[in-house]
């Protein structure tokens, strides 16, 4: 404990032993002011005794000028303890790259990951320094946690190469052929290459139907994630013998072959699948949790509206489409690509049996600035983003707001890959949700359309998104064309 705190206490026969002297920090203008930290419950008897706390840290300090006092409760929650502790690591330069990897599984636990090198030097300064801020500004003892790693530079921007010997497959398309030696994963396929060969997870697996009229225009097809870990490519598939879609490979570790391409303006490669095998590739994707029992950062609200009542809720037969409970979402982001960009914004509706009951939503802190011309288009600033929940603290509640739903995007293969990503870094798995694409169902449901943004999706099934580009407005407008689609697809039918 410090020493303000020690004499403080030492004179008064420890009466103020129930409160912690934060820090003391020069305000300008030769002034100071002294942090004095206390429990929640406590704060008014602390308040009530300020005046003797600014005589007796005047004393202590020997301050030449003026020192003030504030007086806070100290936030005892496991996010407060981690946010503190990445802000007091990033103080220190040499082991600021650890920031992003801090946890804290409770409130008085928190887990940092360094290497032994860097472990070695912190054990000298740093980790000292922490242990006494900790005791200065928490009231619990908190138990640091050191997980030693291997010194890697994997980055967002750069993911590891991971290569699978592979014994046995098992064809899914006529044709295949098992590629000679190791297997790479889906990490390793980012550049153009006409049979490149990948190994991971299906997840995502959507079906779609190119756009526009005409035989030769119009064609089923599927897309489908191939996940390993944090990484993913995106895949194309035209579908013959077998469908992806509506098989039970999600979850299933498979062997692709096709043609790769780069996609402009998201760093990341797409695989047009002509061969698929199922094989035995110890992929890496963390195994899907129990739902929490409670919601902790974000917490659903009940969906009202008088449109909803007038439009969806009527006394002709369900489609059994909208049997069920799905989850329509949408991501905003700093940017368009996987590697390099984070969320800013979540917004879902939930609905059950052609219903929307609930909606969840969030701003997000991505820890990085929001490029002007992304603010421009969503209205997200910096200024708003800041000090609001991380994604890694939305996820928990998340998952348990989509647990058991099938999820809906528009254009879903933007917003799933993130989902997957932070998911699996942080042990919430959705790869093995069913997924649904209303810019996949469009061409189905409205012959002969061209433009399948959502504002012209809306536009011809005259609905209206009152707030376009901001997350729960478009998750509400796509669950509203959802709907609306599957629908049409029943009556056209009867």
């Keep these: ?28 203008n030769n002034a100071a002011v002294a942090t004095v930290l206390c429990r929640a419950a406590e ?55 650890i920031a992003s990897s801090i946890t804290a599984p409770s409130p008085t636990c928190v887990k940092l990951k360094m290497h032994e090198s860097m472990r ?25 946690r050191i997980e030693t790693v291997e010194f890697t530079e994997k980055s967002d921007r750069a993911p590891q190469p991971t290569f699978y010997e592979i014994k046995t497959c098992a064809p899914i398309t006529a044709g ?71 098989s039970d490979l999600t979850g299933k570790a498979v062997v692709a072959v096709g043609a790769a391409q780069v996609e402009r303006g998201r760093d990341e490669a797409t695989l047009t699948v002509r061969e698929l095998a199922v094989c035995d590739a110890p992929v890496s994707v963390p195994p899907a949790p129990k739902a929490p029992t409670e919601y902790v950062t974000v917490r659903p609200e009940p969906y009202e509206e008088y449109v909803q009542a007038s439009l969806f809720q009527t006394a002709e037969a369900l489609a059994p489409a909208l049997k069920g409970v799905y989850v329509a979402f949408d991501f905003e982001t700093t940017g368009l690509s996987l590697l390099r960009d984070k969320p800013t914004e979540l917004g879902a509706v939930k609905i059950t ?22 603010s421009q288009k969503t209205g997200i600033t910096d200024d708003m983003v800041k000090g609001k929940p991380l994604f890694e603290d939305v996820l928990p509640d998340f998952y348990k707001f989509t ?27 959705f790869g093995d949700r069913r997924t649904f694409d209303t810019m996949g169902i469009a061409p189905k449901a409205i012959p002969g359309i061209e433009v399948l943004t959502l504002d012209n999706v809306l536009e011809k099934l005259g609905l209206i998104n009152d707030n376009a580009h901001r997350a729960l407005s478009d998750a509400t407008a796509t669950a509203k064309a959802f709907i609306a689609m599957q629908k049409m697809l029943f009556y056209a039918k009867k």
Aim: proline share 4%; charged share 25%; aromatic share 10%.
């Design 353 to 374: 049996d052609g219903v929307i009951t609930e909606t969840f939503h969030t701003l997000i802190d991505p820890k990085q600035p929001i490029p002007d011309i992304v």
């Design 176 to 246: 295949f052929v098992k590629p000679d030696g190791k297997i790479p994963s889906c990490a390793c396929v980012n550049e153009y290459n006409e049979n490149a060969a990948a190994c991971g997870v299906v997840a995502m697996a959507t079906e779609f139907m190119s756009k526009g009229g005409g035989a030769k225009r119009s064609r089923p097809y599927e897309k489908f994630l191939l996940v390993d870990g944090e990484n993913s490519l995106q895949c194309r598939f035209f579908p013959s013998e077998v469908s992806v879609a509506n």
């Design 1 to 28: 404990m410090n020493k303000i705190y020690q004499a403080i206490n030492q004179k008064t026969n420890g009466k103020f032993g129930n409160v912690r002297f934060g820090n003391l920090a020069f305000s300008g």
């Design 403 to 429: 647990y058991g739903c099938r999820l809906i995007g528009h254009n879903i293969s933007f917003d799933f890959p993130f989902l997957v990503k932070h998911g699996n870094r942080h042990g919430w798995t």
């Design 120 to 144: 070695r030097l912190a054990a000298d300064d740093f980790l000292p320094r922490l242990s006494e801020y900790l005791e200065n500004n928490y009231f619990d003892k908190i138990d640091v």
């Design 43 to 97: 704060l008014d008897a602390v308040k009530a005794a300020a005046a003797e706390l600014t005589r007796l840290i005047r004393a202590e300090c020997a301050f030449h000028g003026r020192i003030d006092v504030e007086i806070r409760a100290v936030d005892e929650s496991a996010r407060a303890l981690r946010d503190g502790v990445i802000a007091f690591t990033e103080k220190f330069p040499f082991v600021a790259s």
